[in-house]
């Protein structure tokens, strides 16, 4: 709900300038002098000179007319025109402060910032302006400090309060952030915003009675808020039971901890470990060492908690009945909870919705495909499909659960519900087409392509699928006329420019991969992959070697921890006759795609130059049995004779 807003001026001072603006403008009036601050605070007495170069009021009009017509540059002009003429207005330094900070000139705003506050230190807009620039800088700690004196000030800043325990809890102290929220529901004890983000803390503090309380103080105050339940109905999912933490162990499984703490392992029960445990990639590959929660199951809860449940998912379908995400949390919570009739209800009503209604798929695909809760997803899909037998977007979506859970030849099976009227075919072709190719359908996935190609021939994209497939399969000259055909349709398509170069790197046209690279790096200056790809050219070539090394440390910049592009680097220096540096970087190339057989191969080039041939067979060995593994591109022939030479040079 709050991000950084625009730094307010008082009401006083801006609308005070506003009005005089359309007075001077017209017939010309004094009254809203008041706006411009001599030191002592009081309006200047002099006649109306809103007209007359050379006064202040002539070149704010003059800056705010330039303002209007978003021309910046004047704007700035006329204000320092007009604070050069009246050097004590703290509202004419306050304004171009503000385009200062538009223009994202930090340094020059905080120079008139600064200005303001040495002659009136308790300006409150200007202390607000003053944490505002801090806050953009990075400086969370300077931000906060002037926000505090800024409410110490002017208490009745509810918006300041807001912005500060933002801070404090993005700086890992909820505790200040608790003070805050606490000091604006003391401060406006009707504003709900404060004792909802007091509510949100405390649950984040393992606070759960105070955040239950301070959310139903939200819903007093404004009962049909959506946040504040959902915030409960997690909060009750969460008191369910106890969580357990273990640390896994030597020998520890997934299976063997489910069996052992829910007395039962389910895929049902491992996604709602998965999403307790955000910061592991996957849940059921555990590493020793690992903590991991156990959250409670929703079957195990005590009848009132349920019931709350229910009861705050029904309030919000009452007072919103197309929301849909409720919908879904609920038909979810009663398959959870053992109530399976009344979870195919509120799902098959869903699917009816849908076939009207594209805001139901739209909200699956947000609140639970995007997520990867894909088990639960396929369950209310299916329940769905049972309402809406013939939705072509609940196939889509149960196409796109299968095929994400490995499940391709099923995925195909709903893809090919999908009807040509409706909005999902085209994604849904692609979907078929990659599908097609993964299952060894390389004729299929061509057609299905070629078909997208006839249905948007201007849509460049296409081009590029159907062309990576045939550079897949080698069928390279199919390729390149794919990607030249593209590049007609947009010629400033990166991706196209560099696919074509690629296949001008594997038909063995050095030459023509470094035009290629270089015409790209002209319109993408900072391409990692071009970048990489054309300084390892270079080192293939044994050429330009001081430029490859410049090009390669580029794109590492970019991506400093790419294995390839890491590899180039050593491949660089290795051409360059650095062998202790190549060794660096290959070493740790290697480290970062330990089964790469071309990566491997070059490691092992580093050490048998080195004299090392013991350890370098051993690293062809590796190379070699990765190369048959299908890992990436490799020539394993090579290989095999890099070792046959060693071992007859060797005789072992």
């Not at 000139?105 to 303001?116: D, H, K, P, S, T």
């Not at 801070?167 to 004792?195: C, F, K, N």
């Not at 991991?292 to 007072?319: C, H, N, V, W």
């Not at 660096?584 to 191969?601: F, G, I, N, S, Y």
């Amino acid at each position: 709900m709050i991000s950084t807003p625009t730094l307010p001026t008082t009401n006083k001072y801006r609308s005070a300038f506003r009005v005089f603006l359309i007075l001077a403008l017209t017939v010309g009036m004094y009254a809203c002098g008041a706006a411009v601050e001599t030191r002592d605070g009081k309006a200047p007495t002099t006649p109306d000179l809103s007209s007359v170069p050379g006064n202040s009021y002539y070149f704010f009009s003059k800056a705010e007319i330039s303002r209007q017509s978003g021309d910046l540059e004047k704007t700035i002009y006329w204000l320092n025109r007009a604070i050069h003429a009246d050097p004590e207005s703290a509202y004419l330094k306050q304004e171009l402060a503000y385009i200062y900070l538009y223009e994202e000139a930090y340094e020059e705003a905080l120079v008139l910032v600064n200005g303001i506050l040495e002659d009136y230190p308790e300006n409150v807009d200007a202390l607000v302006m003053l944490a505002g620039i801090h806050q953009r800088q990075g400086e969370s700690k300077k931000a906060a400090d002037v926000y505090e004196k800024a409410i110490a000030i002017d208490p009745s800043l509810e918006k300041i309060y807001l912005i500060l325990g933002s801070i404090y809890m993005a700086d890992e102290a909820p505790q200040r952030a608790i003070d805050v929220y606490t000091r604006l529901t003391h401060q406006s004890p009707d504003l709900w915003d404060g004792y909802y983000f007091l509510a949100k803390t405390q649950k984040e503090l393992g606070d759960p009675a105070a955040a239950e309380k301070n959310f139903n103080k939200c819903l007093e105050l404004e009962p049909r808020l959506l946040s504040p339940r959902f915030e409960l109905i997690a909060l009750y999912k969460q008191q369910a039971g106890s969580a357990k933490t273990v640390t896994i162990k030597e020998g520890d499984t997934l299976y063997a901890l489910c069996r052992k703490i829910y007395g039962q392992y389910s895929e049902e029960i491992a996604d709602t470990i998965a999403a307790a445990n955000p910061h592991i990639r996957d849940i059921r590959i555990l590493q020793t060492g690992q903590t991991i929660q156990f959250p409670p199951l929703a079957a195990d809860m005590d009848a009132a908690t349920r019931e709350k449940i229910i009861s705050l998912y029904k309030g919000i379908l009452a007072d919103f009945p197309d929301n849909y995400k409720a919908a879904i949390g609920l038909a979810l919570f009663y398959h959870h909870t053992d109530s399976p009739s009344k979870a195919v209800g509120v799902m098959k009503s869903l699917g009816e919705k849908s076939l009207s209604d594209i805001g139901v798929v739209q909200t699956l695909f947000q609140t639970l495909i995007e997520s990867k809760e894909f088990t639960d997803a396929r369950i209310v899909v299916a329940g769905m499909l049972e309402g809406a037998p013939a939705s072509s977007g609940l196939h889509y979506l149960m196409g796109v659960i299968l095929d994400e859970t490995g499940e391709k030849e099923k995925a195909l099976s709903h893809f090919q519900q999908v009807t040509e009227d409706t909005r999902y075919y085209e994604n849904t072709l692609v979907h078929m087409a990659f599908l097609y190719e993964e299952t060894g359908q390389t004729e299929k996935a061509e057609e299905t392509f070629n078909q997208l190609i006839r249905k948007n021939p201007e849509n460049p994209k296409f081009h590029l699928y159907l062309g990576s497939l045939y550079e897949r399969v080698k069928a390279y000259e199919k390729a390149e006329a794919l990607f030249s055909q593209g590049l007609e349709i947009a010629p400033d398509n990166i991706d196209l420019m560099f696919r074509l170069g690629v296949v001008f790197d594997k038909t063995g046209r050095k030459e023509a991969v470094i035009r290629q690279m270089q015409r790209l790096l002209e319109k993408d200056p900072n391409n990692a992959s071009a970048l990489n790809y054309l300084g390892y050219t270079y080192a293939e070539l044994g050429e330009n070697l001081d430029e490859a090394q410049s090009l390669v440390e580029a794109a590492l910049k970019i991506k400093p921890d790419d294995p390839y592009i890491t590899d180039s680097l050593g491949w660089v220096f290795f051409k360059k006759g650095d062998l202790e540096k190549a060794l660096e970087m290959l070493e740790k190339a290697v480290r970062l795609a330990p089964t790469d057989p071309v990566l491997l191969e070059h490691l092992g080039d580093a050490y048998l130059q080195k004299g090392d041939t013991q350890k370098a067979l051993e690293i062809y060995r590796r190379s070699l049995e990765n190369s048959a593994e299908g890992v990436s591109e490799a020539n394993p022939d090579e290989v095999k004779s890099k070792i046959e030479q060693i071992l007859e040079k060797e005789q072992i």
